[in-house]
């Protein structure tokens, strides 16, 4: 989602666009490893960096940056194969430059002493860092550290021992500030002196304290909604968070849609936030309002981002024609709404600015402020003259320029990266929830929120260290916030490769014995729930973590008792069922609806 947002960027007059396009570009095309046999079979982590890493191939190490490309050296290496080639720019005016590559390693076993070795050259005048975090069973940071790497010419080894008796997985970024070229190679990793590539998954015999207690629940969810009944918490709570560890699954789809659809007739959830663009799910907000044919109830535009193309689907059209069939009959009527950022704010305000400029001083010095991306600046100089904008003779009421302000805003805080490098999206997107809840949620009705598993559970993105939105929803709202998380053993799905072929299908890896899901796989039932509070809470276990794009490593550890109050467990996914001829098929299953009502 993130770098299929940077894709349909298009800041109009911008002449930084240049700068943050270079981070796609150069990604993408630059020097990659021949495909000989230089990689190492047992380096599954990929610490070595002897296998390609791009943007499209990301192969384990996660990227994160502004005005920032990497990729496979061939040529610059310790010894055969390839390094991991870092580099970011200067900083310009509202976009400060960054980059890191991280991931996540899962102790073998308990571990007393972790040492990591790695060599390193930097050219550059700025520094850059290897950051080390230690995290326990329970996903807390207890212990952090860092190597600082010099600026040097030549090959420099570098090393860092430190105490992790109390720690179950380390979290290693490669981090490197603005204006700064850097080099890595031959990452190494010893826990207790055993090489990282020697560990052994482990199993999951001790995951339930008292196997007597399980809990499950079978269902019948793809076929009857009302199985949902047995689920009791789900009439307790107020706030719920349907949490996917994948995108793509059509299995995970439908049960989404019947659970919505049981909230709604059963439970008074009257408001479902969505992981997408705020101004595109107002689109579709207006359309289940709309008791008469939208010929326009989605733009034209999002179809060809493909960050969009989750809300393209047969399930989803599905939902959405069930809520507009339900709020045609209701007066007390449904709202949804997204909880993700949108350039498509910026484009709003730069439309309405471009039409009154001539004519207006006040108007010729925002729309000055909005080509140079000064999104702070923007929004007060907005807030200061409200009197004057409010006598604009405009369609555009004054409130809804405020709004785009804002949007743009928190659009400009989490692709420009401009606070001390903080990863801001998911508070970001925790405030737009809490802000929809309190407009639109009044006594006993209920909320349902529907995103990533990685974004909804309790503590931090599970791939890295950043706060989760469940984390900050947690903290607001207490034991009101539930997670239900959906997990899958084996199949297929369907992945949003940023590329022209939207066909692109993705393979589940079978569970390894440290899983959760390889837990839930030896249940021997093909859907069913279960509440994790059964599980110890001491012990962490790998937990399925898949993006909107296929990846070679697809498990990261976690603690399932902490992160989520719940699980479904669905034994085989297939993948979503996308339109591929987007607007044809859409607009055909929206008539026979009218037609209908």
């Known amino acids: 989602m993130l770098v299929a947002a940077l894709v349909s960027f298009k800041m109009k007059k911008c002449k930084y666009f240049f700068g943050i396009s270079l981070f796609l570009i150069l990604s993408c095309s630059h020097l990659r490893k021949e495909s000989i046999d230089l990689q190492d ?39 055969k194969g390839s390094s991991i080639y870092l580099e970011t720019s200067k900083s310009i005016p509202n976009i400060h430059a960054y980059g890191k590559l991280y991931q996540i390693l899962t102790f073998p076993k308990k571990t007393y002493k972790t040492k990591i070795n790695i060599w390193s050259k930097n050219p550059s005048v700025n520094q850059a860092y290897v950051k080390l975090y230690l995290k326990s069973k329970l996903d807390q940071i207890v212990l952090k550290d860092s190597i600082k790497i010099e600026p040097a010419t030549n090959w420099r080894q570098y090393s860092s021992t430190i105490n992790s008796s109390n720690g179950s997985s380390l979290y290693i970024e490669l981090s490197l500030d603005e204006d700064c070229r850097v080099w890595f190679d031959d990452l190494e990793v010893r826990f207790d002196g055993n090489t990282i590539y020697a560990s052994n998954d482990g199993n999951t ?25 047995k689920i009791k918490e789900l009439s307790d709570k107020k706030i ?32 479902i936030i969505f992981e997408g663009p705020d101004t595109y799910l107002a689109q579709l907000n207006k359309f289940i309002q709309s008791k008469t044919k939208s010929k326009d109830w989605f733009n034209i535009g999002d179809i060809n981002n493909k960050a969009q193309y989750y809300y393209f689907t047969e399930e989803m059209t599905d939902l959405l024609l069930w809520l507009k069939n339900y709020n045609y009959s209701v007066k007390d009527k449904v709202v949804i709404c997204g909880m993700d950022v949108s350039f498509q704010h910026q484009s709003n305000l730069n439309r309405y600015f471009e039409r009154h400029w001539r004519n207006n001083q006040l108007c010729y010095k925002l729309i000055k402020i909005l080509d140079n991306s000064e999104a702070f600046i923007l929004l007060d100089q907005i807030e200061n003259n409200k009197g004057k904008l409010m006598q604009i003779d405009d369609s555009l009421s004054y409130y809804d320029i405020l709004n785009a302000a804002e949007g743009f805003k928190e659009c400009s805080m989490v ?183």
């Open 41 to 79: 079979s047992s380096d599954k982590y990929n610490l070595l960096f002897n296998r390609p890493i791009s943007v499209l191939n990301i192969d384990n190490w996660h990227p994160s940056g502004r005005l920032f490309r990497f990729y496979s050296d061939s040529l610059n290496t310790i010894k």
């Open 415 to 597: 692709y420009n990266y401009s606070i001390n490098n903080n990863y801001v999206r998911d508070s970001i997107m925790a405030q737009k929830i809490i802000k929809a809840i309190n407009q639109n949620i009044k006594g006993d009705e209920k909320t349902i929120i529907c995103g990533h598993l990685l974004h909804l559970n309790r503590i931090d993105e599970m791939n890295g260290i950043a706060r989760s939105i469940g984390y900050w929803l947690d903290n607001q709202y207490k034991n009101e916030y539930f997670v239900l998380a959906f997990l899958t053993g084996i199949g297929t799905y369907q992945a949003f490769q940023i590329s022209s072929d939207i066909k692109n299908i993705g393979t589940l890896k079978f569970p390894p014995q440290n899983s959760i899901e390889s837990f839930c796989l030896r249940l021997n039932s093909n859907i069913f729930y279960l509440p994790t509070n059964i599980i110890d809470e001491n012990k962490q276990f790998l937990i399925r973590i898949i993006g909107g794009i296929t990846e070679n490593r697809q498990f990261y550890p976690g603690s399932v008792v902490k992160r989520f109050n719940a699980l479904i467990f669905i034994k085989e996914s297939t993948p979503i069922k996308f339109y591929h001829s987007l607007l044809k098929q859409q607009q055909l299953l929206i008539n026979k609806t009218f037609d209908k009502l």
């Open 205 to 229: 015999k001790e995951i339930i304290k008292d196997t007597s207690k399980i809990q499950m629940q079978p269902l019948d969810l793809l076929e009857d909604i009302y199985s949902i009944s």
């Open 240 to 271: 719920i968070g349907l949490g996917e560890s994948l995108h793509g699954s059509h299995e995970m789809a439908v049960v989404r849609n019947q659970i919505i659809k049981y909230m709604v007739e059963k439970n008074n959830c009257k408001l």
